[in-house]
């Protein structure tokens, strides 16, 4: 008997996920030998993030485990490092302590899926929420809980406007949904759970660059768009169309149009960028940076190479390209799997052709808009035909019961409201500030330290005649927050972005720790700045009209 081909799938999305159903009569036959690997022993179902968001689900529903969905395939799990394409070896790495390992394969199945692009607009990868990964999704979730937590506390009616105003960044499926459900969540939420916060403060806003919301309906389904965009407005959704985000900061979005909304909540569901390992093949790519295929979804000029899902371009047989959603990942997943088959035994290829069902969208409270071969469907009937694929497409059984459990339940026993405490004042990230905005204000309470990577701001001391008065302007390598952070006093200065700023903030306890780590830069950070200091350079630290420089912030 002759050894079995071996594929290898990277990556564990819906494609694997058909592929390997197709595969697996082959694999107990020991005609062929599929692996796949992703660094996730789980696979996370999209269909659902806006009920997991709003506490109808349990975060952990919308997982599958890979290895009950995978075998007799086996399951690799792993970090890709690199294909070797004259060897024909996939490269992988443990996180552990990046040990590596060896596959070799007949056939590769390139399904990487896709990623955020943080490109989209400043600050998206400083302030934005996304809902690209999983771990990206429970932030979010915890944040949102957070900003309800927060304004119930809040007694400045303009900080709560911010904590209560939620913005979200694109008016596709996936923007729609988070807005629809975000919306009757908080309102609903406030009236049971916190009872201080007026439901009339929340603020739902969708920013979509199009002229209308849902392009995925397209042109041939006016009248769905037309519906939902009524239906979320009678809601008390914000519709902002023609319109894109400019820029996304700590409290604040820019939008194209000028507006500024005052906001601590931006949700992104806008853009795609391909996986970096996609820059390392030598193979053709569209312009969206997708793996061209031919009508069988190999990549073009190759014979055992094949690419599905997010990151690849396969010809849709009405023409273009099958569009970035799951239904289409799974049937050109299972295309490949035959045609892996195929060429095994010798058989002509079959050329992908699935068109489509449908398409439906949830607008919240049990209402939606779709259609089934065109046939459009509005409102609970329409909400219902969409939970009901939605469920046939969760991956394994036991996910299936528990979301069907959690779905019974939740009207009965009530949303899950349990936020895992994130300390907002710890860790490390990069933050971004336009031109004019605070980035800490003199008399607050201050936990968190700045180094300036690009821009520059001006340090604001207030007269005793009640003046404000710019005592120095910092650029990029000086710091500022020193005095808060090590001596447990408030801001002394008010610290306002001169340009666009872009900076390292550390909270108290990694500041310690750097500083800790390090003597001179902890003399740097814990003694006063002077101009020519570690940390200060003479020329980021110009004192204006002659001012002496003091203890800043």
């Not at 990556?11 to 009569?25: C, D, E, N, Q, W």
């Not at 740097?524 to 002659?546: C, F, M």
Request: proline share 7%; aromatic share 6%; glycine share 8%.
């Amino acid at each position: 008997m002759s050894a079995p081909t071996r594929v290898v799938c990277l990556g564990g999305g819906f494609s694997a996920i058909y592929l390997s159903r197709v595969l697996r009569p082959a694999i107990r036959r020991g005609e062929v030998e599929l692996t796949v690997v992703s660094r996730e022993n789980f696979h996370t179902f999209h269909g659902f993030i806006a009920e997991m968001l709003t506490g109808k689900l349990q975060p952990e529903q919308i997982l599958s485990p890979a290895r009950r969905m995978f075998p007799p395939a086996r399951f690799h799990c792993a970090e890709i490092e690199s294909v070797d394409l004259e060897r024909r070896v996939v490269t992988t790495s443990r996180a552990l302590d990046g040990k590596q390992f060896l596959l070799p394969y007949d056939h590769l199945v390139v399904g990487l899926g896709s990623a955020d692009d943080n490109s989209r607009y400043p600050g998206l990868a400083e302030h934005a929420l996304k809902l690209k990964t999983y771990w990206d999704c429970f932030r979010t979730r915890n944040h949102l809980l957070t900003m309800l937590e927060l304004a119930e506390i809040e007694p400045d009616p303009a900080e709560r406007r911010r904590l209560l105003s939620f913005v979200i960044a694109g008016g596709n499926y996936g923007g729609i949904e988070v807005a629809a459900e975000l919306n009757d969540w908080a309102r609903g939420l406030v009236k049971k759970e916190y009872r201080h916060v007026d439901p009339a403060e929340v603020s739902v806003t969708v920013v979509h660059s199009g002229d209308r919301i849902l392009p995925e309906l397209g042109a041939h389904q006016p009248k769905l768009q037309a519906w939902a965009q009524r239906y979320l407005v009678q809601c008390g959704v914000t519709l902002k169309c023609n319109t894109r985000v400019a820029a996304a900061t700590a409290d604040e979005v820019h939008l194209s149009s000028g507006e500024r909304i005052q906001t601590r909540t931006v949700i992104t569901c806008t853009g795609l960028a391909m996986p970096p390992l996609l820059d390392t093949l030598p193979f053709e790519r569209d312009e969206r940076g997708r793996l061209v295929t031919d009508e069988f979804a190999r990549v073009r000029g190759q014979e055992r190479i094949w690419a599905s899902g997010d990151c690849a371009a396969v010809p849709h047989p009405d023409g273009g390209t099958c569009p970035p959603l799951a239904i289409f990942a799974m049937m050109v997943g299972r295309n490949i799997g035959e045609n892996v088959l195929h060429t095994v035994r010798g058989q002509p290829l079959r050329p992908y052709s699935y068109v489509g069902l449908g398409d439906a969208c949830t607008l919240g409270r049990r209402r939606a808009v779709g259609h089934v071969k065109g046939i459009r469907i509005y409102g609970f009937p329409a909400w219902l035909t969409w939970r009901a694929f939605l469920l046939r497409f969760v991956p394994t059984w036991d996910r299936k019961v528990r979301m069907l459990v959690d779905f019974l339940l939740w009207p009965v026993l009530g949303r899950d409201v349990v936020n895992p405490r994130i300390d907002l004042r710890t860790g490390m990230r990069r933050e971004l500030f336009e031109p004019g905005q605070d980035v800490v204000r003199e008399g607050d309470v201050g936990h968190r330290l700045f180094m300036i990577l690009s821009g520059e701001v001006d340090v604001i001391r207030r007269d005793p005649d009640g003046r404000d008065a710019v005592v120095a302007t910092l650029g990029p390598g000086s710091h500022f927050g020193e005095r808060a952070v090590f001596q447990n006093v408030r801001r002394t200065a008010t610290v306002r972005a001169r340009s666009r700023v872009e900076l390292v903030s550390l909270g108290r306890q990694e500041a310690a720790t750097l500083a800790a780590a390090a003597p001179p830069l902890q003399d740097a950070l814990r003694h006063t700045p002077r101009p020519g200091s570690v940390g200060v350079p003479a020329e980021a630290l110009r004192p204006l009209d002659g001012a002496k420089p003091r203890p800043l912030a």
